[in-house]
């Protein structure tokens, strides 16, 4: 069955960097495009950002473009988001979402991993 | 930015009960509006893409229509189980946003 399983968050201090990863099993992992999305203790859904089956396209939200990078290993069946200068307003669940084609919808998510920017 | 918005923000009802929920965007995003259910400390769960379509293993008492700015979803029959949050998300562009949430609680 399909799998998303999110690790790496923790607390970090403003300022810090910290490194998401999401393994992914149950199906054919480099057919999929692959989302981070987030929500914001007790808010809703934040789009985050996106990476393309084969790597060749990643597009980011406003809020993180220049701070955040998307990245993934198609070996590894996994996807990452590098998560530099943080700010306290980044702290959220983030989860690892899978998607067919660039418009598809979400089909399968994660359990999310909590990410906590504080001093 | 697309905007979404969805309405109400929350709303009471008994089980049973018919629900409608609706989202608008702010232009028009085609079919490529998508449903979701999220419970308390629960990743969301799609049940409706491209407007209309049910998700595998969604209840028949989901049903979505619209198309261009206007969208809806219907629950039918409300179970225990469907109080929830609900959202509509649009794929039609970068950043695929949501709308801001409707909460479902028991009357």
């Known amino acids: 069955q399909v799998q998303l399983v999110e690790s790496g968050g923790g607390l970090v201090k403003p300022g810090g960097s910290l490194r998401l990863s999401c393994a992914a099993s149950?199906?054919?992992?480099?057919?999929?495009?692959m989302s981070w999305i987030r929500q914001a203790p007790g808010k809703g859904l934040e789009w985050v950002s996106y990476i393309s089956s084969s790597s060749s396209s990643t597009n980011y939200a406003d809020s993180v473009k220049g701070r955040f990078t998307i990245s993934r290993d198609n070996a590894k069946n996994s996807v990452y988001l590098q998560m530099n200068t943080l700010r306290a307003e980044d702290t959220a669940v983030y989860y690892c979402?899978?998607?067919?084609?660039?418009?598809?919808?979400?089909?399968?998510w994660g359990q999310g991993t909590l990410v906590t920017v504080s001093s | 930015d697309i905007q979404m918005t969805q309405s109400p923000s929350s709303v009471s009802v008994s089980v049973g009960d018919r629900v409608t929920i609706t989202c608008r965007a702010s232009r028009t995003i085609s079919n490529y509006l998508n449903w979701y259910q999220q419970k308390p400390g629960k990743a969301p769960k799609l049940l409706i893409y491209?407007?209309?379509s049910l998700q595998s293993g969604v209840p028949s008492s989901f049903s979505g229509s619209g198309s261009a700015t206007d969208f809806t979803l219907t629950i039918s029959g409300l179970q225990p189980e469907d109080f929830a949050t609900y959202y509509c998300?649009?794929?039609?562009?970068?950043?695929?946003?949501f709308g801001q949430g409707t909460k479902l609680e028991i009357k």
């Open positions: 998300q649009q794929t039609y562009s970068t950043p695929y946003t």
């Open positions: 491209a407007a209309s």
């Open positions: 149950g199906f054919t992992f480099s057919d999929y495009y």
């Open positions: 979402a899978r998607r067919y084609t660039s418009s598809a919808p979400y089909d399968y």
